[in-house]
C-alpha cells in the first residue's frame, strides 16, 4: 500500500497531468469559437456549454495546473536540488538543447507581442476562423454586446418605435417584464437567442428609415463595434445600400485606394484610420453630391 506522501505525488502529478489535457481542449475550442459579440448574440454552444463556459473551465485548470505544479516541483524539490548541486560541480555543463528551448521561447514571445510572422500567421488564422461563423448580417449584434442592453435602450439607439416593438413580442409569445428587460434576460427567460428577440423586436409597421446615418457622430453610434474590420469592402458598402463602386470611387476621392474584395481592416491599417473612418468616408460624401 502506498504511503501517504507517494498517494500525495500521484494525485498531483495526476491533476497536473488532467488539466494539461483539458488546458488543450479548453484552448483549441476558445481558438476556433466565435468573436465575442457574435456568440453572446447566437448562444453559440458546443457540447451543451456557451463560450463562456469554456473559458470559465479554462480559466479554473489554468490555475489547478499552476498550483499542482509548484505543489509538483516541492514534493520533488530534494532530487531537483541534488541534480543542480551536480550540475554546478560538474560546472553546470548545460547542453545546447536548453540555449535552443530558451532562445525559441524569448523570440516566440518577442514575435506574438509584436504581432510578427510566423506567429502573426497563427494569429491571423484564429481571426479567419472567428469571424467565418457569420455567414450573414443577422448573426452580427447591431453593436457590441447589444443584448445587454434594454429594449429602451436598443429602441433610442436604433431609431425603432418601442411600443411598436414592445407589441411585437407580446404577440410573438414571448414572456418579458418590461420595456428595461435587456435582450439576454428575455432570451433566457424563452429558451431563444438575442438574436432571434431583436428580429421579432425590430420589425417596424412604420419601418425606420433604411438610410445611414448622415453625420460622423451617427455613424459612429450605429456602425462601432459591429465588427466592420472582418467584412470585405464589397460586404462593407452592401450593409449600408451603397454600389461598391460609387464607395470605391468616394474613398478614392479622399486618397484611400483599395480594391473591394480587400479586407476592411488591412485598408484601414495601411492608411492609419478606421473601418468606421472609411464607412464616413464612403456616407458622407453622398451629401456632396
Known sequence: ???????????????????????????????????????????????????????????????????????????????????????????????????IATALTVGIFVLSAFNLPPASWVIELNDRIKGSWVTSPELEPPFGHAEEVSLAGIARRMGLDLAQGVQNLREAG???????????????ANDTTPMAVYGIFRKQKAAAPKTPPRTAEGIEARYAGTGLGRATLSELFERVGIEPEIGLSRLKAVGIEAKAQENAREVSERYGVTPVDLLKAALLERDAE
Open 174 to 188: 414571448l414572456q418579458f417584464g418590461g420595456r428595461k428587460d435587456s435582450l439576454e434576460k428575455i432570451a433566457r
Open 1 to 99: 500500500m502506498l504511503s501517504n506522501k507517494q498517494s500525495s505525488r500521484s494525485l498531483v502529478s495526476f491533476m497536473v497531468t488532467w488539466s494539461f489535457l483539458i488546458l488543450t481542449v479548453t484552448g483549441l475550442v476558445l481558438y476556433v469559437v466565435p468573436h465575442g459579440r457574435v456568440a453572446y448574440w447566437v448562444h453559440w454552444s458546443l457540447l451543451g456549454m456557451e463560450k463562456e463556459q469554456w473559458a470559465w473551465v479554462h480559466m479554473m485548470f489554468g490555475g489547478i495546473f499552476i498550483v499542482a505544479g509548484m505543489i509538483h516541483l516541492y514534493f520533488n524539490w530534494g532530487p531537483f536540488k541534488k541534480f543542480l548541486a551536480g550540475k554546478v560541480k560538474g560546472h553546470l555543463e548545460v547542453k545546447r538543447e536548453v540555449y
